[in-house]
């Protein structure tokens, strides 16, 4: 194991869903991303903070052609 330390920045998303571990929101690119614990309701857009590397790891596993 090794650790990877986050790329963050701060990005405009739109929460879909308040879970228990935190709120799920969509980044304007489309990825789905843990933005950790909010107070709004799904549908709102929020400024949060989103690991570059996440979205990074998730188009190398879901390719389009």
């Not at 308040?18 to 614990?37: K, L, R």
Request: charged share 20%; glycine share 6%; proline share 5%.
């Amino acid at each position: 194991m090794f650790y990877t330390s986050p790329e963050t920045n701060i990005e405009i998303v739109k929460v879909i869903a308040v879970t228990e571990s935190g709120c799920i929101a969509e980044t304007m690119d489309g990825y789905s991303v843990n933005i950790g614990e909010c107070n709004v309701k799904p549908g709102q857009y929020v400024n949060a903070l989103v690991d570059q590397k996440v979205k990074d790891r998730a188009a190398a596993m879901n390719p389009t052609n």
